[in-house]
């Protein structure tokens, strides 16, 4: 559900007087503070077994590529590097492809080979996120919604907006800023790049989240993808925000 768009700032203190800081700058602050002390995480330091997965084959990714198209299957170690390390550069995985699907039909289809394969996925946003929740911990696929960006409809009346997971926060807001006057009930510095399926799989807050609570107090449903098929999961609306 969408509200009454309004402007959010944060008040930091900077020397000798307070300044205003933007969400940007704040998640710029939040990165360098994470990295001071930490250790690099990756599979081979930390005591966990990989499941009883298949590995990538030649097989699979043709497939892939015939399913989604070359563009949209990376596996140049270049290509795939930014997807195997989170934002705070403290996770590394190892994942030997990135798919890049554009529809639901093409997440089910690369999620049924994956099932009859015993491939293991990794489902990735805008990778965003500061835990490594959205990298992979061994060799899985990943699998990006980046090019997921498509919002479906906008309902000035309800203020409900429906779209695809990998719309960026920021975008989507400006849309139904435009088109509606009313905003997401989320800010987060990460904004410009995080995306709406990541927001609601980590129940984001953000710097609205004392006025509007977290995100999962504004979803009104969403659509899951299974091997073979899709549902539609409706959450009662006596649980969102308005």
């Given at each position: 559900t ?7 700032n944060?008040?930091v ?5 307070e300044?205003?800081?933007?969400p ?6 939040v990165?360098v503070c ?7 995480v990756?599979s081979?330091r ?8 298949a ?13 989604l198209g070359p563009?949209?299957v990376l ?8 997807f ?13 492809a990135?798919?890049?699907p554009?529809?639901?039909?093409e997440v089910?289809?690369?999620?049924s080979?994956?099932?009859g ?5 990794c489902p990735?946003?805008g990778?965003t996120?500061?835990v490594?929740?959205?990298?992979p911990v ?5 699998l ?6 498509k919002?479906?409809?906008?309902d ?5 907006v429906?779209c695809?997971?990998?719309c ?5 807001d ?6 509606a ?9 990460a904004?410009?790049s ?5 927001n609601v799989?980590t ?5 609205r989240?004392?006025?509007y609570?977290?995100?999962h ?7 899951a993808m299974?091997?073979?098929t899709r549902?539609?999961c ?8 308005g």
């Open positions: 969408l509200l009454p768009r309004m402007t959010s944060v008040v203190q900077l020397s000798d007087k300044e205003y800081a933007s940007m700058e704040l998640g710029k602050l990165r994470g990295q001071l002390g930490r250790r690099h990756s081979s930390v005591h966990e077994h990989r499941g009883p997965f590995t990538l084959s030649d097989v699979d990714v043709a497939t892939f590529e015939r399913l563009s949209a596996t140049e170690a270049g290509d795939t590097e930014a195997n390390v989170d934002w705070l550069r403290t996770c590394r995985g190892s994942g030997a990135v798919l890049l554009r529809s639901t039909e089910s289809a690369v999620l080979h994956c099932h394969r015993r491939l293991a996925v990735q946003g990778n996120g500061l490594g929740g959205s990298v061994f060799d899985e696929l990943v990006s919604t980046a090019r997921m960006a919002v479906n409809t906008i000035p009346l309800s203020g409900a429906s695809e997971a990998g960026v926060l920021e975008a989507l400006t849309q139904v800023g435009e088109k006057a009313l905003t997401v009930p989320l800010d987060l510095g904004k410009g995080c995306q709406i399926g990541g799989a129940n984001a807050g953000g710097l989240l004392l006025r609570g977290p995100l107090g504004s979803v009104l449903g969403l659509e299974m091997p073979h549902f539609p409706y959450i009662p609306t006596s649980t969102a925000v």
